[in-house]
């Protein structure tokens, strides 16, 4: 059984920063991408940030590009998600996503994914 934990939300001050986790067990995702998604009240469920688990590319939401680092750690099947310079705006429920092989066009897309954790809550003060 697959299953995807997050832990390390908060809530942080604008500026501030944390670093989300996922970690994966179940199965190995080497061929495939793992994703961050966010939802916040009243939106749609929205793209932050991917990784592919095999060389490590990576893809940002514009949103969160300069801000938002990704990586993986293949050792531990764990996924990060470091935040800095955090703004109210960034204030959702984030999600961590699993799909064990990548297309070019669907990564972005939420219904696209197989695998979803639980979510970790993030709220940023002004």
């Known amino acids: 059984q697959v299953q995807l934990v997050e832990s390390g939300g908060g809530l942080v001050q604008a500026g501030g920063s944390l670093r989300l986790s996922c970690a994966v067990s179940?199965?190995?995702?080497?061929?495939?991408?793992m994703a961050w998604f966010r939802q916040a009240p009243g939106k749609e469920r929205e793209f932050v940030a991917a990784?592919?688990?095999?060389?490590?590319?990576?893809n940002y939401a514009d949103s969160v590009k300069g801000r938002f680092s990704i990586s993986r750690d293949s050792a531990k099947n764990t996924v990060t998600l470091q935040m800095n310079s955090l703004k109210p705006e960034d204030t959702a429920l984030y999600y961590c996503?699993?799909?064990?092989?990548?297309?070019?066009?669907?990564?972005?897309?939420?219904?696209?994914?197989?695998?979803w954790g639980q979510g970790t809550q993030v709220t940023v003060s002004s």
């Open positions: 996503a699993a799909k064990p092989v990548y297309n070019t066009a669907l990564y972005v897309r939420d219904y696209w994914y197989d695998y």
């Open positions: 179940g199965r190995t995702f080497s061929g495939g991408v």
């Open positions: 990784i592919r688990w095999s060389g490590g590319s990576t």
